[in-house]
């Protein structure tokens, strides 16, 4: 079943020039970008997309991070878009992800770990309508 995503291309990927292998690897998996763009979240845009993580002692720190410098934002779309776009970036941990996945090759550590995905279609929904109005997506 096709279905959308929400991607980031986190601050700490941008700054080591990956954005164009990343994309990369989302098209060779048959996850076709149907929106993109590049943008510097303020720190309360930040908050506001993590709201979930409100509570966790690593809050902070992440949109601190977050809003360091700008990151890519993406709308994902493709069969099982979601649980392919979770399989390609590998666990939260790089040093647990798989070889091969995304974050083995290009996150540093647990909070620096290059790219976001959304885990489950409602928060794919909120995801995507977070950063892009119908209007910028194309399919
Ligand atoms: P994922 O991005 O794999 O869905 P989570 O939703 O649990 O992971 O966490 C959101 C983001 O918060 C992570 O991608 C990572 O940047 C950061 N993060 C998660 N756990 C920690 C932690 N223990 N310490 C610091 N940062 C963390
Ligand atoms: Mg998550």
């Known amino acids: 079943m096709s279905e959308r995503t929400l991607a980031i291309i986190k601050p700490d ?7 164009g292998d990343i994309i990369h690897r989302y098209e060779q998996a048959g996850l076709k970008p149907v929106a993109i763009k590049m943008l510097h979240m303020s720190k309360s845009v930040a908050e506001g997309f993590y709201a979930v993580h409100k509570t966790r002692p690593f809050f902070g720190s992440l949109c ?14 493709g069969d099982n878009a979601i649980k392919k776009n979770r399989e390609l970036m590998g666990a939260t941990d790089p040093a647990k992800a798989d070889a091969g996945t995304i974050r083995k090759a290009h996150g540093a550590n647990i909070e620096f770990n290059a790219v976001h995905g959304s885990d489950s279609p409602e928060t794919a929904n909120f995801e995507i309508g977070y950063f892009f109005p119908g209007m910028e997506i194309f399919d």
Do not use: E, G, R, T
């Open 13 to 19: 990927a941008v700054k080591k020039h990956v954005i």
């Open 64 to 77: 601190d991070f977050m809003s360091s410098c700008p990151a890519v934002v993406l709308v994902l779309q």
